[in-house]
């Protein structure tokens, strides 16, 4: 598939304490809510919503982010001074950048479209049910 990334704008994001900034091509990227035991662990939430980047949209313009190998075939990247998790490269999607949609200035805008490890997902967590408190 052959993305292109000459559309205006650029989106942009970064870590809580802004020591990482990145931004890529404004676009339609793939995007999903991973519910794997790995995303838990390491975001301390319920589940990760990660937006799929091809690695040449993708440019990091403030910072690098500090490598965590988490499985055989994969790693995560998180802001060493605060700890954000930003990025996850994957070994076998070489060509994509896997980004925290919660680490955009507006991931309001990026509704992840589809679930992933659902085997794994809590038993509260459910899609689409979230009710308000109030
Ligand atoms: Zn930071
Ligand atoms: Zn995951």
Known sequence: ???????????EGGCFCGSVRYNFEKNNYLSSNCHCSVCRRISGAAFVSWMAIPKSCFKYTQGEPKKLTSSSHGSRYFC???G????????????????TICSLDKPEDFDPKGDMYTEDMLPWVKKG???SST
């Open 80 to 82: 060493q001074d605060c």
């Open 84 to 99: 954000t998790p930003v990025v996850c490269l994957l070994e076998e999607y070489p060509e994509h950048t896997y980004v």
């Open 129 to 131: 049910e979230l009710k």
């Open 1 to 11: 598939m052959l993305y292109n990334c000459f559309m205006e704008g650029r989106i």
